[in-house]
Structures are given as C-alpha cells and as structure tokens.
C-alpha cells in the first residue's frame, strides 16, 4: 500500500480514534459513577486540559515534521486542530450545563466578573474562524488572508494557558509544564522564519 494510502485508510482512523479516547474515557467514568468526589468539576476540567493538549499536538505538527523529516505529518494538522475545537466546546459545554446548570445569567455574570473566564472564553470564540476555514475549499479561497487568520493560534495558546494557570491555585507543575512546551515551540517558530 503506497504512502497516500496508507495515510487515509490506516493512521488518519487510527489517530481519530486515539484523540477520542479521553471523550470515551470520561463517558466510562461518567457511566461505571467513577469520576472521584466532584464528577461535575471531573468533566469540566479534564475536557479542558485536552483541549490544550491538542492545542500543543496541533502547534507541534510542523517543528515535528522539519525535524524528523516526515512531510506527511502535515496531514493531520486540521484533524488535530479540530480536535481542539471539540474539546474546548465540551469544556465550555460541561460547564454550563453542569457547574451553572445551564443558567445563562450566570454565565454572562462569570465572563464579565472572572478574569479566567473571560479569556477562556475569548480563545473559544477565536477557536471558531479557524475552524470555519479549516477546508481545503476555504484555503484556497483567502489564500495568503489564512495563513494570517490561522495566526490567531498563538493568541489562543497564550489565552489558555492564561486561563489554565488562573484556575490552578495549588499545583503548577502541569501549566508550567504547558507553558515551557509553547515557548519551546513558538521560539523555534522565530529562530526558523529568521533563519529563512
């Protein structure tokens, strides 16, 4: 089976179905009641730290590609960006439905009073242009307007971390952890554009 093949039929459904193993992990646990003391918080924060993890695979695909030579990486960028998308929309789902039970005074009330739901929200709101012109259809219709609109990237990883790190007011480790990956990915970014 040549490379083209391969890539369609067998990693793009293999990959698919490795981003949703944390979506079925949580139906599980929702399922089998084992989500620990607080299943509703659980959801919410767990739909949320994958939404970044898929941010950081997404922001990874092209240093990973240069690196290791493997121009067909590329080919699951949108499948992982849109993966982002789905969480982050579940993340803001759960919590609206489970910690303000879907009051949506309370939601206007929380993105206007809490600094870190505002940007949460923010980057959520910038996540749905990229989404709506993550088509082949929609790159070659803005051309060189979609490599400046998908810039946006950058400015939603910086709002969540912002947002993560604001939420976590014990242990750092994993925002910093977060945080030290999209600088390592973001400065080889720059030392690349001014290397060309």
């Known amino acids: ?22 979506f079925l992990a949580l139906v599980v646990g929702i399922i089998d009641q084992d989500l620990g003391a607080d299943p509703q918080k659980y959801v919410v924060h767990k739909t949320g730290e994958w939404a970044l993890r ?17 121009p067909q990486l590329i080919k699951f960028r949108r499948m992982m960006g849109l993966f982002v998308m789905f969480y982050a929309t579940l993340h803001l789902t759960s919590y609206y439905l489970l910690l303000l039970e879907g009051d949506i005074l309370n939601v206007v ?7 870190y739901i505002t940007v949460g929200f ?19 219709r803005l051309g060189k307007k979609w490599i400046k609109l ?47």
């Not at 293999?14 to 944390?22: G, N, S, T």
């Not at 695909?61 to 690196?67: A, E, G, L």
């Not at 939420?167 to 952890?177: A, H, Q």
């Open 122 to 140: 923010t980057a959520w709101l910038l996540l749905i242009p990229l989404t709506i012109t993550s088509t082949n259809k929609m790159m070659r």
């Open 54 to 70: 898929f941010l950081l695979i997404t922001l990874s695909i092209t240093p990973f590609r240069r690196w290791f030579k493997m």
């Open 1 to 22: 089976m040549n490379k083209p093949l391969l890539i369609k039929w067998v990693a793009k459904p293999l990959i698919f179905f490795l981003a949703l193993l944390p």
């Open 150 to 196: 998908h810039r946006l990237v950058y400015w939603i990883m910086g709002l969540g971390l912002l947002h993560f790190i604001w939420l976590i007011k014990s242990d750092l480790n994993e925002p910093v952890l977060y945080v030290l990956i999209a600088a390592v990915l973001g400065g080889y970014r720059v030392w690349f554009k001014y290397k060309k």
């Open 109 to 115: 009330e929380d993105i206007v009073e809490r600094p």
